[in-house]
């Protein structure tokens, strides 16, 4: 049966979101299906009313995406970050007005079923508007967080792993010319799992995430010190240090700027324990630390092969899903391969963790990541 399927794209961009797109319009002209793109998250909705949009200008074709003379037709998109479809971070669903345009403006496109891909806040309030509007609802998870619950991998994270550890690598040589500190700030919201990895696959001698420091006291930077006094006498002149964003302040509070935030305490602790006259501290003072926020950067680029193949995987499912009639569900990488998790499961777990202000899916402080970063001699507090 010919259906019409809306997507749309919803929260922070991330690469990756493209390739979901392409995915979804190339899978559904396979069955002879239309796919209209809802500009701008749930708020497309709104639009549609406001502009009295007709629905035939956001029907995604295969074709009319070309750089002319060098490439044909949606494809090109697996390639480009962002989203086409555009994002919003902070739609406004809580008027009720609101609320009801947007759900009418599902019915008014006549669709037989919505493809949303978003992260944990999206997935939250998406999932409330589609069971206020009877929507089929279908989710595909993306962050570069990684931090959506039941999934192992969110479309977007592996780019910024690599765009983190590609950073890490610049650093390298700058740090070592200069015998410096790089403090290097990572985004993750309140997750580790960006600096985690991108810290183990980037050489970082110290990974801070708040899964493991919540906070910058003064015991985590007297050891901070001493672990690059230790890599000193070994002949380590410069150090590598990841911090996750989501890591506070000594009181407890989010600073923007942590990384700088941390290099003022290394300078200090480094001087006060120097002034001790122990021969292991004597070479502190010479420690000059840099920090350097990557920020939007970590949200740039050509998507990793590795977020092409899980955005197509995703997008099959999804359609599968379609096919069968199997809504409110969020499809999800578990064990090596695409699974799905109903949407109530996943978003009363989420709203559960938002109310306690915690972390939908943190890092495993006991898991093999953290082990493997621990045998590596990588000092994580
Ligand atoms: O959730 C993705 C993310 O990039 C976080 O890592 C970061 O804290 C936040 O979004 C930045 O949001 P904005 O783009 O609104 O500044």
Redesign the pocket.
């Known amino acids: 049966m010919n259906k019409r399927i809306g997507i749309l794209t919803s929260?922070?961009d991330?690469p990756g979101l493209n390739a979901i797109i392409r995915a979804v319009v190339k899978c559904s002209s396979q069955k002879g299906w239309e796919v209209y793109g809802i500009p701008y998250g749930t708020d497309g909705f709104l639009r549609l009313e406001q502009h009295k949009c007709h629905s035939n200008d956001l029907k995604l074709k295969e074709h009319g995406y070309d750089i002319p003379g060098l490439l044909h037709g949606i494809d090109i998109l697996q390639f480009l970050s962002g989203s086409i479809l555009g994002s919003l971070?902070k739609g406004n669903t809580e008027d009720q007005a609101i609320a009801k345009t947007i759900i009418q403006g599902y019915q008014d496109l006549e669709l037989d079923a919505l493809i949303a891909v978003g992260?944990d806040g999206s997935l939250d309030i998406i999932y409330d508007l589609a069971q206020q509007g009877q929507w089929n609802l279908v989710a595909i998870p993306k962050?570069?967080?990684n931090d959506v619950p039941f999934t192992e991998r969110s479309v977007g994270f592996d780019t910024a792993v690599d765009k983190v550890t590609s950073a890490l690598y610049d650093l390298t040589f700058t740090a070592a010319s200069h015998d410096r500190t790089m403090i290097v700030q990572v985004?993750?919201?309140n997750a580790g799992h960006?600096a985690l990895s991108s810290g183990i696959a980037g050489g970082a001698d110290i990974i801070l995430i708040p899964e493991l420091t919540p906070k910058i006291d003064l015991d985590l930077v007297t050891n901070i010190c001493i672990h690059i006094a230790k890599l000193r006498s070994l002949g380590r002149k410069f150090a590598l240090i990841t911090i996750a964003?989501g890591v506070k302040n000594i009181q407890g509070e989010k600073e923007k700027y942590i990384g700088d935030y941390l290099a003022q305490q290394i300078d200090n602790i480094s001087h006060q324990l120097c002034l001790t006259d122990k021969a292991e501290f004597c070479d502190l003072d010479t420690i000059e630390t840099r920090a350097t926020v990557l920020g939007?950067i970590?949200?740039s680029g050509t998507p990793s092969s590795y977020d092409r193949l899980l955005a197509a995987a995703f997008a099959k499912k999804a359609i599968d899903l379609i096919a069968e009639e199997k809504y409110n569900q969020l499809v999800v990488w578990q064990n090596g391969e695409v699974q799905i998790q109903p949407l109530d499961k996943v978003v009363s777990h989420i709203k559960q963790r938002h109310q306690l202000g915690i972390c939908p899916s943190p890092v495993n402080a006991d898991g093999f990541l953290v082990q493997t970063a621990r045998s590596l001699g990588i000092y994580l507090g």
Do not use: A, N
Request: overall charge neutral; hydrophobic content about 20%.
């Open positions: 929260g922070g991330c971070s992260g962050t570069i967080d985004m993750g919201r960006l964003e939007h970590q949200r």
